[in-house]
């Protein structure tokens, strides 16, 4: 992986980075120098991860549709990395549901695990940034909605969101040096993409449908997402980046 001096002793958050490809965002950035707040509902995962990468790791358990204790957990890793320099929006929750049964508060529940908290997220972070006249957001979006999957509308509705809520926050804090950019991943081999979905069928399909034929990894992800938050992309905001082996 490459180095980026410039990220050596940023403050970094990394929403759900406990597990799956915030995992392998948290140990890409603390390869960097950085220090990471990890803010993950998984308490053993977030634990056992913050004691491997100590000292550079603060876990708090946090779920991030309870906004209050969003704010709260930011507010705890500030206290203790100092202002946050690099926030990524990576938690989500892909479970499927049939459109015919959605109640008003499932749906209102989806969207709340899949977009709200990354305005949320960044609407608390965005001082520290300003007040440094520099920022880096990360939003994780979906290639699922590009690509048209069905079996999950409030997922997909919520994930094509992230591009409108990234591209909206870019234009408005540009000014103050803060760069927003969304990364849309295609199919990864996550832990629970490997029990819940991925079969040899599937496998068959992820070859027809990438140009490069090998499975995609957490860390696809993260190298991608390590690079948009250094000074190597300091002309790049206001995008949307496709890392997906080439299926779109
Ligand atoms: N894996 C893929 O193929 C794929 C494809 C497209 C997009 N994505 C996106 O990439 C991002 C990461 O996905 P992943 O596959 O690693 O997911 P994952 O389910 O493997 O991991 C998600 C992490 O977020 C945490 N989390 C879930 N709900 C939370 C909550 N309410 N509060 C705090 N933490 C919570 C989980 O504990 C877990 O550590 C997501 O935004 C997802 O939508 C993934």
Redesign the pocket.
């Known amino acids: 992986m490459a180095i980026y001096p410039d990220l050596e002793g940023a403050t970094v958050i990394v929403?759900?980075?406990?597990?799956?490809?915030?995992?392998?965002i948290t140990r890409a950035f603390v390869a960097q120098g950085a220090r990471v707040g990890v803010?993950?509902?998984?308490n053993p995962?977030?634990e056992s991860l913050a004691k491997a990468l100590s000292p550079s790791v603060e876990f708090v358990r946090?779920?991030?549709?309870?906004i209050p204790a969003l704010r709260a957990a930011i507010e705890q890793v500030r206290a203790r990395f100092g202002p946050i320099g690099i926030l990524i929006?990576?938690?989500?929750?892909?479970e499927r549901h049939a459109t015919l049964e959605v109640t008003e508060e499932y749906w209102d529940g989806r969207v709340?695990?899949?977009l709200k908290?990354q305005f949320f997220a960044s609407q608390a972070v965005l001082p520290d940034m300003i007040g440094s006249k520099k920022g880096s957001i990360v939003n994780?979006?979906?290639?699922?909605w590009i690509i048209g999957q069905g079996g999950m509308p409030a997922?997909t509705a919520s994930?094509s969101a992230v591009l409108g809520l990234t591209r909206s926050l870019a234009r408005d804090f540009g000014e103050h040096g803060v760069r927003v950019n969304a990364?849309?991943?295609?199919?990864?081999?996550?832990?629970?993409?490997l029990e819940l979905w991925v079969t040899p069928e599937t496998e068959k399909e992820i070859y027809a449908n990438q140009c490069i034929k090998r499975p995609?990894v957490?860390d696809d992800?993260a190298r991608v997402v390590v690079f948009l938050s250094s000074d190597d992309a300091s002309a790049i905001t206001n995008q949307h980046y496709v890392v997906d082996g080439g299926w779109n």
Not at 39 to 42: K, V
Not at 62 to 66: F, K, P, R, S
Not at 140 to 144: A, D, E, Q, V
């Open positions: 929403t759900g980075g406990a597990g799956g490809i915030g995992e392998a803010l993950d509902l998984d995962r977030g946090c779920d991030v549709t309870d929006n990576n938690a989500a929750h892909d709340a695990v899949n908290h994780l979006g979906s290639c699922s997922y994930k990364v849309a991943p295609g199919w990864i081999m996550t832990e629970r993409q995609l957490p992800i």
